[in-house]
């Protein structure tokens, strides 16, 4: 009986004393135990510019703190920002990196030394690995600086707007065009001493409202358009070397031409009209037929080609685009060769134009495996292999759909995650970018 009582007694307890936890859990008043304050930090040397690092903050429990680097012993003294951080020596050497925080009870510390390099060291070079075509890439005006500009410049030979040469934004209203985006990248290609790839003048999807409500005549249109296209190419002459004219104007499925405005206005032959545009306003620039699907589906190929050879006949085109957004497991390497062996045929220029290789077409991963970035490898390095292996004559470029896999069009589009391009979110150089290398070894 009393080991009863006793035993009651504890039972007693012990709900009592639950019960108490479970209000002080749930009572907002009473403070979380305070995280401990550890200083750590990562640091990244660019494999671009090996004199540039990386330093990202990784420090727990330092909420409110100040804190800040100095990237040489006793050096000056940088304050940390949100997010990674970037600092560039002047030369190769041995540094201690050290981040300070200013801890109510003293200064806590973390330090690291890093050895950086002189550019020897680096791996080659996209655009040294061949002189026979160029290795574009697709640019914004906003990410040609800092970290994006080493590598644009480092790696890259040719440069295409992602969408600042597009009608809608280079003529955004009737009578008046801005420029201001697009004179940025021309100006940035012709500085660095690169290509340039006019992409794209006529396009159904990127269109300014005011063009597809057009409120003239159809005469009034084409004369419209003719004067959009030779305000646009003079405009360039000389430094835009080479032009995609219309772009994806084959309708999915039917293999017809889609039903434009430009072909509404202009009539079924507004294609060769906007080449004829085109090649009256620069005669030396090298006017391009783009357009994506062309590897796998047979009689979009064949469409293209009619257009092509329509062209041609009147001396209008110089070369075909075969956009590259492809994927790791498709298309094989013999449709790929089948657009080349057409183009090839013809005495054309192939364009490998917005190369992107996904990884994860199926959803099936949440985030970039080893084995996903060896496919990856293995597909660039096939693709670049199937280009390098033309004729030189027929060799242009092959170009790059964006720089860092945060940064593709393709992860809004398909609404999953992916990691299609070359660089990872660190800039840092990706399997992907070794196999482009290795296909043009000796
Ligand atoms: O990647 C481009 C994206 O940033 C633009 O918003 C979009 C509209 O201008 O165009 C994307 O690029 C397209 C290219 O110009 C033509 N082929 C399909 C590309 C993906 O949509």
């Given at each position: 009986m009393k080991y009863l009582l006793n035993l009651g007694g504890i039972c007693v307890l012990l709900v009592i004393s639950f019960t108490i936890f479970a209000c002080s859990k749930d009572d907002d008043s009473t403070p979380e135990p305070p995280t401990p304050i550890i200083v750590s930090f990562d640091v990244i040397i660019s494999q671009?510019?090996?004199?540039r690092v990386t330093v990202n903050n990784t420090s727990?429990?330092?909420?409110?703190l100040n804190s800040y680097w100095q990237?040489?012993?006793?050096g000056p003294v940088v304050s940390d920002q949100a997010g990674p951080e970037m600092h560039l020596y002047d030369a190769a050497g041995e540094y201690l990196i050290t981040l300070t925080v200013e801890a109510p009870d003293g200064d806590i510390q973390a330090s690291e030394i890093v050895t950086v390099t002189d550019d020897n060291e680096m791996h080659p070079a996209l655009k040294d690995a061949t002189d026979k075509f160029s290795v574009g890439m697709a640019v914004q005006?906003?990410?040609?600086?800092?970290q994006h500009g080493d590598i644009l410049v480092r790696e890259f030979n040719n440069l295409t707007a992602e969408y600042e040469m597009k009608m809608n934004i280079m003529?955004?209203?009737?009578g008046n065009y801005d420029f201001t985006a697009a004179d940025a990248i021309v100006d940035y290609g012709v500085t660095n001493d690169m290509d340039i790839h006019g992409?794209?003048?006529?396009?159904h999807n990127a269109i300014p409202d005011w063009v597809d409500n057009f409120s003239g005549t159809d005469q009034e249109f084409e004369d419209m358009i003719e004067d959009y296209i030779t305000t646009v190419m003079t405009r360039y002459a000389g430094e835009?070397?080479?032009?995609?004219?219309?772009?994806?104007?084959i309708e999915d499925g039917?293999?017809?031409?889609?039903?434009s405005v430009f072909r509404q206005r202009m009539g079924d032959d507004y294609i060769s009209k906007c080449y004829q545009f085109a090649r009256n306003a620069d005669p030396d620039a090298l006017l391009f037929y783009n357009d994506y699907?062309?590897?796998?589906?047979v009689g979009k190929q064949a469409a293209m080609f009619d257009i092509v050879d329509d062209l041609a006949s009147q001396n209008l085109i110089d070369g075909v685009g075969a956009q590259?957004?492809?994927?790791?497991?498709?298309?094989?390497s013999a449709q790929i060769q089948s657009v080349v062996d057409g183009t090839v045929s013809r005495g054309l220029k192939m364009h490998f134009a917005e190369l992107d290789v996904r990884v994860n077409p199926n959803n099936d991963i949440t985030s970039f495996t080893e084995a996903r970035a060896i496919a990856q490898q293995n597909k660039v390095r096939e693709v670049v292999e199937i280009y390098d292996a033309m004729p030189d004559v027929n060799k242009f470029a092959i170009t790059i759909w964006?720089?860092?896999?945060?940064?593709?069009?393709l992860i809004d589009f398909w609404g999953q995650p992916d990691?299609?391009?070359?660089?990872d979110v660190a800039f840092q150089p990706k399997r992907a970018h070794t196999g482009f290398l290795e296909a043009l070894e000796d």
């Open positions: 671009q510019n090996s004199l727990t429990g330092v909420n409110g990237f040489t012993e006793n005006s906003n990410r040609m600086d800092g003529y955004p209203s009737e992409h794209t003048l006529i396009w835009v070397r080479s032009w995609d004219v219309v772009n994806e104007a039917s293999n017809q031409l889609r039903n699907n062309l590897t796998f589906d590259m957004h492809i994927d790791i497991f498709f298309p094989s964006g720089m860092r896999d945060t940064e593709t069009w990691w299609p391009l070359l660089y």
